[in-house]
């Protein structure tokens, strides 16, 4: 370790699926970057593991690959949650013989555990430790509420039964949030398979959280005041301190531009360009891709689709090459997307409302259309078009070419409606930009985070 003395051992387990360890990996690397004489053993499965630690890594983060469950030989099937179900059958084990595995290598024992929150049985396994919980939350507040009082919803619910519709509009079922619709509550609140794995793990967290020391968000207060003031209340010290895409220096992106999407964007007029992707796992049905092709083609909407090779064969024939030959769009299986969205000429974001799309779209003030898919995505989505009006959800809640033209007509336009969420989502940009400053909210719990790993 050159030399370094180490002071402190913490054990980083992440959830290995879509975009959680990355940021929390991004996490780590603030603090690895700001608590040096602290060794981080972070652990994730062999495949995430493969990609994340890609380029040279801070000499004080330690990789260590856990199984992801997978009996050998099996074949996924494709079903959903089918890999995070295998993974969770293991992962409390995995991590526990891992934390002895590290502490041997390392010659220190733990001093502290940092979790994504998904992982509540971390509570647990600090305790056999006797050493403190660090749960970090990569989605937003407002869901996170959802799952914190899950059993309150059931049991209003169970009340109203009968007299509400999924659709309709219910205030202050969650302390802090104003209004919000059963429907748009991530599945396994009170809709879908309440006893599935993935169900009972969020059921779970929900439950656990308030045993951590310290619950921390990739979000910044400014943004929900409200639940802030509830969430602080409720859990023994709750830090807002993202968005982590604007604490570039250790975020920057794990893939390059290597698809030349930047020079792409240098060509298009200001405000001009619908950037579209989906994150890294979900993607709308094939029908709704060629709703959304024949949308561009048909109002002449400048694009830069980031969608993987498997998913870009539902495109329609010759869409591809035609729009490519003409100029008029690029389609490519990966974006930076902090880049794109920062760049003058995108002027709106096609996603899926996954929580950093969301966060990265506000830190660079581009307004959304959204079509959100499973999980966090429909209340996210709810909060982009009725609480913060800075975005559209996608008529019907599926592209439909109509819909879509409607969508990037509304938001592309110079008009009245389209000019107020530029002013709103710039006033946000402002505010998370100011969180992540000097003296920022962000910035003050960000250091608060440190001292309690370091403690
Ligand atoms: N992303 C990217 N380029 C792409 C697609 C996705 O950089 O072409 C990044 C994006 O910037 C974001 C993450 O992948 O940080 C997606 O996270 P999100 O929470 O929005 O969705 P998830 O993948 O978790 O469903």
Known sequence: NGGTVRTRHVGVFAFPFASHPTHLLNVVRRLAAAAPTVVFSFFSTERTNRALFTKRGCDNILRYDVSDGIPEGYVLQGKIHEDINYFLGVAKEEFRSGVQVAEKDVGMKMSCLVSDAFLWFSADLAKELSIPWVAL???????????????????????????????????????????????????????????????????KMGRNLTRATTVAINSFQELDPDVTKNLSSLFNNFLNIGPSNLVSKHNSPSKPDEFSCISWLDNQNPGSVAYISFGTKFCPPPHELVAIAEALESTKTPFLWSINKD????LPLGFVE??????????????????????????????????????????????MICRPLIGDQPINTWMVERVWGIGVWIEGGKFTKHGTCCALEQVLSVDASSKGMKERIGALKDLAHKAVGPNGSSTQNFKTLVDVITR
Do not use: C
């Not at 914190?148 to 919803?153: E, K, P, R, S």
């Not at 519709?165 to 398979?193: C, M, Q, T, Y």
């Not at 998913?311 to 539902?314: F, G, L, M, P, R």
């Open 137 to 203: 939350r990569t989605g937003g507040a407002r869901s996170l509420s959802t799952h914190l009082y899950t059993d309150l919803i059931r049991e209003k619910y169970s009340e109203l039964k009968g007299s509400i519709g999924p659709n309709d509009e219910i205030a202050n079922l969650i302390p802090g949030v104003e209004s919000i619709r059963l429907s748009d509550l991530p599945i396994g609140v009170i809709f879908g398979d309440l006893d599935s794995p993935f169900a009972s793990m969020m059921h």
């Open 311 to 314: 998913s870009q064969t539902h």
């Open 322 to 367: 035609r729009t490519t030959a003409n100029g008029s769009g690029k389609v490519v299986p990966w974006a930076p997307q902090v880049q794109v969205l920062d760049h003058i000429a995108t002027g709106v974001f096609v996603t899926h409302g996954g929580w950093n799309s969301v966060l990265e779209s506000i830190g660079s003030g581009v307004p």
